[in-house]
């Protein structure tokens, strides 16, 4: 009976693994397709250059904290850690920004 | 999920239109043979309306975020099997006086 007793510090929480896999693909869901709109907007505007990367990453800013907001601030009762949140998909969704961006870049020549 | 939708499908249609303009707008430059750097403003404007819809519907429309807490309320599992191994039905329960005036104290 006494065996049952508190969990220790160091103890692994268990997490419901597959709401954990639905919200981090959530997340990436968002951010590709807000990466693919950026590079939209970035080549009609005629970015080009470190401009456009500057563009993009204040896009995936903007967007970290539309999801931070989403999961009202309280980021540890959806994901096991802060990086999920704020990092993970950011360079993923890089490349399809830049895919967009060279398509849309000819709009102005 | 069907506003969310809508909105971003109200985003994407300002950006092709605004994506038009640009062209229309490059084609007038080119026979007036003016330099260019970038549209003018109402497509700009007509740019970030398109850029603001888009990225609210981006957020709003994947699936909303679910709790990952084992304990939390929504995490519970209420529901056993009804399985007949586990079921008792001759017990000491049948001794207990029948008063129908019980109440369950909650």
Redesign the interface.
Known sequence: MAAAGGVSSDDV????AE??T??V???Y??RT??SI??G??AG???FTGLTGFIFYFL?MM??SI??LA??KFSVL????NWSRILIEGVFGGLMSFVLFWTS?TD??? | MGIGYAVGVL??AI?AH??YA??QY?AVLKITEEE????PMD??ME?LL??VL??W????V?????????H?EE?RIVSLPANLDFMIFNHRGRALPADEDLKLKT
Not at chain 1, 77 to 80: E, G, I, Q, R, S
Not at chain 2, 57 to 60: I, S, V
Not at chain 2, 62 to 70: G, I, M, N
Request: hydrophobic share 50%.
């Open positions: 929480p268990i997490l419901q709401n954990l639905s919200n693909k959530s997340i869901y968002s397709f807000l709109i950026g939209v907007v009609i505007w005629g896009i903007v967007a539309g999801l989403k999961s009762t959806y994901f096991d849309h709009d102005l020549s | 985003g994407g950006l605004a994506a640009t062209i490059r260019f750097t970038r549209p497509v700009m740019l398109g850029l888009c990225m519907a981006g957020l709003a994947p699936t909303k975020f679910l709790s990952v807490l084992p939390s995490n």
